[in-house]
Every structure is written in C-alpha cells, then in structure tokens.
C-alpha cells in the first residue's frame, strides 16, 4: 500500500490532461484574458492577434503586420497592446474591434511586457531602453530609474511589491521596490532572467532562460532581492504558477530533449512531466485567469493554447485562503456586504463583477478590507435586476461567488 501510495503521490499530473482553448495550429505567445466589457479573450501571436469569447470559442484575426506580445483593459470597448520586432513600427497601440482598427499610442523599439496595476492604477510597458508608464493609457512617460535598461520582465504582487528584470552593461540584472515603484533598488544576485511570477504567498520564481551553469528555475523569499537556485536546466523558458501554488516550469528546446511542462515537486526538486494533451511540446507561457472560479492554468505553445484544471494534480500546496462566507443581504437591493472568515487581518482584495454571460460589467476595483469586521461593503445600486457574479482576489486566493440584484 506504501508503495502505491508513493506512485501516485510522485506523478501526480498523470491524471491531469490540457484541453485547446482557442484556434488550434497557431503559435501562441500569449493570452490576455478580460480585456473589455464583454469578458473577451486576446490570443497573442507572431503575425497578428486572435479575439475569441471567455471560452475561447468564435475566434477572429486581426493583425497590423507585427508580433502582438501582450494586451490589456482600457475602456472597456477598445484594449490597448503591445506589438513589434525591431522596427520603427514598434510600440504600444490601442485596437478598435468594432472598427478593426490599430493605432498607435507611443513608440518603443522592442516592446516586451505590458502590465496593469490594480493597486495605483498605472499601465507598465518594458522595452529595449527601459519603461513606460500610464495612468490612462494614452499619456505615457519613462521611468527614469530603467533608461537604457533592455526590461525583460515584470512582476508585481498585491502589497506594493514589484520586480523588473533587465539587462544592461552593469552587474546588476534586477531591481525592486516594496512602495508601489516610487523607490527602487538593485538585487544583491539575480540572474538575468527572462519570466517573473509572484505565488500566493509572495514568493518571486523566475527563469533563467539559455544554456549555461546556471540556467533554469530561481526563487526568491525576499520580493527579489536575494535569489536561489530551484533547479537546474537548459532551454527552460516560461513559468507559471496556479491557484494552489502549483509551480509549472516551460521549456522551448530545439533539440527535444527538454521540452513541454513540467510541475515541480516542492519536496525532491525535481521536474514532474505533465504533457497530457499537448500536441506540441514548445512552451512559451503560462498564465491564469483571475475571473474563473475554479483552478485552472493556461499553456501557449507553438500550436496554440491548452488549458488544464491544475486543482487535481495532486501535490499539496501551502495555500492559505480567506474564507468567503456569504454576501449579505443576497438578494441585494441597493447595496451588500462580502463577509470574510479571517477576523484581525489585513489585506486588499480586488473586486469584479460579472454577469452570467461572463461579460464584465464593473471594471476592476481594488478595495481594503477591514481588519475588524473583515467586512466590504459593495454599492449595486447601478445594476440591472437579475444575477451576477462577484469575482474576488486576494493576495491568496481568488474565486468568485453569485449575487441576486433585485
């Protein structure tokens, strides 16, 4: 029985299986979730981009001739992305679906993230000379701390904390700031690393992509500042990381030999395949949505996007979640409560709110959550009578739970 036990418990993804999610036959790059009203998806390519419904169905193309890296929210009709490689068309541009129509906000060669802040309410755009910023999306100016800085990567997470990851002539490859970016120092030792991902408990992983002593998967305990190394492999490119803190690694290997994904086993520190349903084995990112309420992780890869219910791959994670236990009064005539279990604890939690469609119908908001009470008052007094859901996410969770609008 022991022995049994320790099979299953060592290859936990064997019973976990990718599905498509999207066009199949596409080199995906990434996948940009809720980026307008209607809950619409971004998939993201070398020639173009694809926008399909929250479930990934009734894709169409759109392209301005450039490699579409990333996209998100603006107004809710129109989204704003980045796209280029390497020519003076290079930049951050907002897209029209209803009048199929790109056009250009701000220039920058090389594009490479495109973030938003829930928290300040400011766009991040990293490029080959550093970072723009954007409180609106249209006016965008450089953050004078990353001139002439290649910025790789990004990450932030929901206390204020950021990381960027560069390249530049100095020793130094990151940087940090625990005030929401109005501060900023170097890491002690972080690698160059090409993806940046903050777990639920505001541990920073990162990869050091290539071929070298020392590529492969990092971590650091410390929002960035001092980093160690997970394990070691070449050609690793992406990683991503559930719900659960279920760590997923990437890799893009020419050869074959490392390729496809892998779950880390916290314990062994070792790469545990899980390539069920990939029809191809070239990853090039991963991510999540945050509206969806059950756990769920998105691969790209060089035939399209796949999706995974990562709940059930069996490893056991140190997740820590606020227990949502009602919303008060429900049905709800001009205003609610979301009560959370966690009585004396601070935090934030950001707010969305969703029809049954799973069309957004309240931008994102990032409210505070009393410590006292552990109560958020919610105004709905603007909805239309009938049922909604509420998209809910803290540092350590997220989930979502239904509201009846009288």
């Not at 997470?157 to 005030?179: I, L």
């Not at 991503?240 to 890799?251: R, S």
């Not at 074959?256 to 779950?263: E, K, M, N, R, Y």
């Amino acid at each position: 029985m022991f022995c049994c036990l320790s099979a299953a418990w060592v290859f936990p993804c064997s019973a976990s299986t990718w599905y498509p999610y999207g066009p199949s036959g596409i080199a995906s790059n990434n996948v940009c979730f809720n980026i307008d009203n209607q809950g619409h998806t971004v998939i993201c390519t070398d020639y173009g981009l694809y926008i399909t419904q929250v479930d990934g169905s009734n894709p169409n193309f759109y392209t301005y001739g450039l490699p579409v890296l990333a996209a998100e929210y603006d107004d809710g009709n129109d989204f704003i992305l980045i796209q280029g490689e390497g020519t003076w068309s290079d930049g951050i541009y907002r897209f029209s679906p209803s009048l199929q129509q790109f056009s250009v906000i701000e220039w920058c060669v090389y594009p490479h993230f495109l973030l938003y802040d829930h928290q300040t309410n400011q766009y991040f755009a990293g490029h080959q000379s550093g970072i723009l910023t954007s409180a609106d999306g249209a006016s965008w100016t450089s953050l004078p701390f990353f001139t002439g800085k290649d910025c790789k990567a990004m990450a932030i997470d929901f206390t204020g904390n950021y990381a960027v990851a560069f390249a530049d002539t100095g020793s130094h490859c990151m940087a940090v700031s625990s005030d929401s970016g109005l501060s900023w120092s170097f890491s002690v030792n972080a690698p160059p690393l090409c993806d940046l991902w903050f777990d639920m408990n505001g541990v920073l992983y990162g990869v050091f992509p290539g071929t070298s002593n020392s590529s492969g998967l990092w971590k650091s305990t410390d929002q960035g500042m001092n980093w160690n190394n997970v394990l070691f492999s070449d050609h690793m490119t992406s990683v991503g990381i559930d719900m659960m803190n279920h760590v997923f690694m990437g890799w893009n290997d020419p050869s074959g030999i490392s390729a496809g994904v892998g779950l880390l086993d916290p314990v062994n520190l070792i790469s545990i395949p899980c390539n069920n349903g990939l029809t191809d084995l070239h990853i090039s990112k991963f991510k999540i949505n945050p509206i969806l309420s059950s756990i769920k992780i998105f691969c790209c890869t060089a035939d399209g996007v796949f999706i995974m219910d990562s709940g059930i791959v069996g490893l056991d994670g140190n997740e820590n979640p606020e227990s949502v236990t009602h919303i008060f009064p429900n049905p709800a005539k001009e205003s609610c409560c979301i009560q959370l279990d966690q009585a004396g604890k601070e935090g934030k939690l950001l707010l969305s709110i969703f029809d049954t469609k799973g069309t957004l119908v309240r931008k994102p908001e990032l409210v505070k959550i009393n410590p006292a009470e552990q109560r958020i008052p919610v105004d709905v007094s603007g909805l239309s009578p009938g049922s909604y859901f509420f998209g809910l996410q803290t540092a350590n969770c997220r989930k979502s739970i239904m509201l009846v609008k009288e």
